[in-house]
């Protein structure tokens, strides 16, 4: 990262995001001023599972995920989080501990709007607290269909549909922390397995695996196995 940004680039950020939106540029202002800046190398956590949560947070830049992680190390991503996203909205309104781990997948730069400033606001501008409700609610939805997956498909059923969620037209492309390692904590199993997965799929032709990007050469069929 090139340094702390200024406190108004933050402001057009929040402007720009779902949560905030239509809140006026002064209630922006504030949240931006009491705002805390840090960046995160490759690896480091943002916040840690079972500690006390600080707040809301707003990626800047870089990809984090959102994990759980076994007693022996074994990591289920439940969520991959891109620039410009807001994260840990259940911190707002359950005073509990953290629910899952925040890990840095590059160099990433992160705002913390502390608990007690957003809460002021909420309290404030009812429509904020429905966005963020509607926003948590569309969250646990996405667990939701994740136990489902976990639970009820198998893993080139779950391959399937993660190529198809995460492809732009044609193509996933794969930055240099898209390891297979990630993919397979991802849905739920072990690099080997999600190894022999992809072979299969490429072996039948419906795709192409490169280096830095998969290639979906028979939708139909993705889509087949995908359910």
């Known amino acids: 990262m090139a340094g702390t940004p200024s406190r108004a680039v933050l402001v ?13 540029e002064l209630a922006l202002a504030e949240l931006a001023s ?19 949560a600080a707040g809301l947070y707003v990626l800047q830049g870089g990809w984090l995920k959102i994990v759980k992680v076994s007693l022996d190390g074994r990591e289920q991503v439940l969520r991959y989080l891109e620039p ?45 607290a429905e966005r963020l409700l509607a926003a948590m609610a569309g969250h646990l939805v ?9 639970s009820l498909r198998s ?5 399937a549909r993660r190529l198809l969620e995460q492809a732009e037209g044609e ?24 190894q022999r997965a992809l072979n299969s799929l490429a072996a039948g032709g419906v795709i192409t695996v490169e280096r830095h990007q998969i290639l979906i050469r028979d939708r139909a069929a993705l889509e087949r196995l995908a359910g």
Not at 36 to 48: A, D, K, Q, T, V
Not at 155 to 159: F, H, S
């Open 142 to 150: 996405a667990l939701v269909k994740l136990v489902e997956d976990l």
């Open 12 to 24: 057009e950020e929040l402007g720009a995001n779902s949560f905030f939106a239509g809140l006026p």
């Open 84 to 128: 410009g996203e807001a994260f840990n909205a259940l911190a707002l309104f359950a005073d509990q501990p953290n629910p899952a781990t925040a890990i840095a997948l590059e160099p990433a730069g992160v705002w913390l709007l502390r608990r007690e400033t957003v809460l002021g606001l909420l309290r404030q501008r009812p429509d904020f």
């Open 171 to 194: 193509v996933l492309r794969r930055p240099r922390w898209y390891t297979q390692a990630e993919l397979a904590a991802q849905l739920g199993t072990v690099p080997d397995v999600v």
């Open 34 to 52: 009491q705002a805390s800046w840090r960046e995160y190398g490759p690896g480091e956590m943002i916040f840690l599972e079972g500690e006390p």
């Open 155 to 159: 893993v080139t059923a779950r391959l």
